[in-house]
């Protein structure tokens, strides 16, 4: 159960939390382990998330909101991957980013 709120005085939130960011960051070498979840992590983040692109469409806020959104998850998960394991990150470039 979640807690209601999150008090980062209160020792308790601060290892529940620590606990759940460790959990996560498993999750994140899970899928670093292998070359095919460092393929498949690297195409959701560049080329689905497109950090690396503008967002804007001319003459279209709609797509530009769209294209924002799915930036805005790319940069999340870059950001995750990058922390959680800076290693695999390497190797997920090296296989990736530089190899195109």
Known sequence: MTEP???ANNPEHVRKAELRQE???K???FILSKDRGRRWLYNLIWR???IALASHVPGDVHSTAFN???RSLGVALHEQVRTA???MYLQMLEENHFNE
């Open 23 to 25: 959990d996560e960051n």
């Open 68 to 70: 924002e959104g799915a």
């Open 27 to 29: 999750d994140i070498e």
């Open 48 to 50: 689905q998330g497109h």
């Open 85 to 87: 394991s800076p290693k």
């Open 5 to 7: 709120f999150y008090d």
